[in-house]
T-cell receptor, first 114, second 110 residues
Framework: DTEVTQTPKHLVMGMTNKKSLKCEQH?????MYWYKQKAKKPPELMFV???????INESVPSRFSPECPNSSLLNLHLHALQPEDSALYLC?????????????FGDGTRLSIL | DAKTTQPNSMESNEEEPVHLPCNHS???????IHWYRQLPSQGPEYVIH???SNVNNRMASLAIAEDRKSSTLILHRATLRDAAVYYC???????????FGTGTRLKVLA
């Protein structure tokens, strides 16, 4: 069982819909991450939060809006997505975000854009 | 950015050792080398990490070249449950940003 919980597991939405992905961890980690993974490709970093503040945005389009309401929760708000945004969205956390710290991943939300 | 390359696929017989290579051509001196594996319909699972010297844990061993431009993940006795995609990764100049390799799909033959 993963210690990082993501909901929902699957999401189908139209291009005009607004939805949110949720990620939760209770390991006391202070760094949290969003990744996007296309089929047969490695995960690609989207955002990094450190101590609830956004520290890295990898030039992600504004139709993806991250939010970190507290140290245990991470949301990804979605609006006006495109079909090419269909992918597995992974959340991860690490103790404080240093280079020497492993990341703990959730099992992801599989997103399909119609 | 760091660039990491891996073979697309490898095969191993059950209960034999497996050596999975990774090239870290642009890694810097302070960037750790991490390995993860991913089973179908699951997120990546941490396997092992290190900086300069070889590392062992209950899952695997990690051998790091002296110049740190390559590393090898060693599974001492492959089992059917080890069949997965294995990713090496390194951070970028000590930041939080992981650059994942292209991944090696390991097939274990019974």
């Amino acid at each position: 069982d993963t210690e990082v919980t993501q909901t929902p597991k699957h999401l189908v939405m139209g291009m005009t819909n607004k939805k949110s992905l949720k990620c939760e961890q209770h390991m006391g980690h202070r760094a949290m991450y969003w990744y996007k993974q296309k089929a047969k490709k490695p995960p690609e970093l989207m955002f990094v939060y450190s101590y609830e503040k956004l520290s890295i945005n990898e030039s992600v389009p504004s139709r993806f809006s991250p939010e970190c309401p507290n140290s245990s929760l991470l949301n990804l708000h979605l609006h006006a997505l495109q079909p090419e945004d269909s992918a597995l969205y992974l959340c991860a956390s690490s103790r404080t975000g240093g280079s020497n710290q492993p990341q703990h991943f959730g099992d992801g939300t599989r997103l399909s854009i119609l | 950015d760091a660039k990491t390359t891996q073979p697309n696929s490898m095969e191993s017989n059950e209960e034999e050792p497996v050596h999975l290579p990774c090239n870290h051509s642009t890694i810097s001196g302070t960037d750790y080398i991490h390995w993860y594996r991913q089973l179908p319909s699951q997120g990546p699972e941490y396997v092992i990490h290190g900086l300069t010297s070889n590392v062992n844990n209950r899952m695997a061993s990690l051998a790091i070249a002296e110049d740190r431009k390559s590393s090898t993940l060693i599974l001492h006795r492959a089992t059917l449950r080890d069949a997965a995609v294995y990713y090496c990764a390194s951070t970028t100049s000590g930041t939080y940003k992981y650059i994942f390799g292209t991944g090696t799909r390991l097939k274990v033959l019974a």
